[in-house]
């Protein structure tokens, strides 16, 4: 898990490639823990059966942030066991469409954009502790 930071001077732009060279670090770890290094040069289908024995019989909550492509979606569901444990998959995605294919008969939960006023509120709340900024 990566640890917060309060970086100051840094700019939006550098805070978010850090932000994703700290996820990708987790996710290079979460592969080198999985697979070895004769894994490393198979191809997709015998990394994703490999997956797939790696969780059958076992429970696991998989999150997925922003996914776009159905087609992704549909190659990647073919490598999770579906036991019956409770084992869950959570993605999010801007693509409606997306959400309504991985589960037709659900209600995807819509985010809206706050209101310039929701977001100073928020920012208010989070940073003072419910108290108002001491501007």
Known sequence: MVEEEIIVGFDEKALNIKKKIDMLLDILHFINVLFTDEDKNMNNEKLGEKLYRHFKGKRYLI???????????VDLKVYLPNDHNGSRVIFTSRVKAMAMH????????????????????????????????PA
Do not use: M
């Open 63 to 73: 999150v997925i942030d922003d996914l776009w492509d159905i087609g992704a979606w």
């Open 102 to 133: 991985a589960s037709p008969n659900c209600h995807p939960h819509c985010q809206y954009f706050l209101t310039e006023e929701e977001s100073w509120e928020l920012l208010q709340r989070k940073v003072f502790q419910n108290g108002s900024c």
